[in-house]
């Protein structure tokens, strides 16, 4: 992609945020957001089919950077992969509550789970045909980031606290054989 087509789609997406950050996706109009791009709508459709395809493509984009934010090596079960996991949620906080507000929230998490169990495999890819152990980690998962918007605005250093004592009875389970 040449570097003008590059600062259009840029442009594209910043003005996306700005109107996203203002309102639902749902209310957004191309004709609005091809505006305050400077572009006309046509521009807008040689980069992308709708709204919702520049939503998702922003979505993915924002996981992905999230996630390879955190070292390869990293294994998330351990309390550095956890804390080295929220820190990089935690440090695009503002653009995941505006990308990933009202309707888009479940969707969001449903991305961020799938991405999060993909790492997890890497290092455990015995848990991949393990039923119960996915049903853990994704019980784990779940609850860390509800938990997470329902306490976002309380003592940060505490949440992680107390989300790391969680990881260590989820090892504890994950080691042991529940059957």
Known sequence: MDIRAERTKNNIINAFIELRSKKEIEKIT??????????????????????????????????????????????????????????????????????????????????????????????HPEFKDDLEKQIILSSAIYGDIYAYYQYKDTDFNFFIDSIVKLNHALEYILNSNLR
């Open 30 to 123: 191309v004709k609005e957001l091809a505006n305050l791009s400077c572009i006309n709508k046509a521009t807008f459709y040689r980069h992308f089919e709708d709204i919702y395809v520049l939503s998702e493509y922003i979505e993915n984009d924002l996981i992905k950077d999230c996630i390879n934010s955190i070292p390869i090596d990293t294994d998330l079960l351990d309390k550095n992969g956890l804390l080295a996991m929220t820190t990089a949620f935690v440090n695009q906080r503002e653009l995941f509550s505006i990308i990933f507000s009202g309707s888009r929230l479940s969707v969001g998490i449903q991305k961020l789970h799938q991405q999060v169990m993909e790492r997890i495999y890497q290092a």
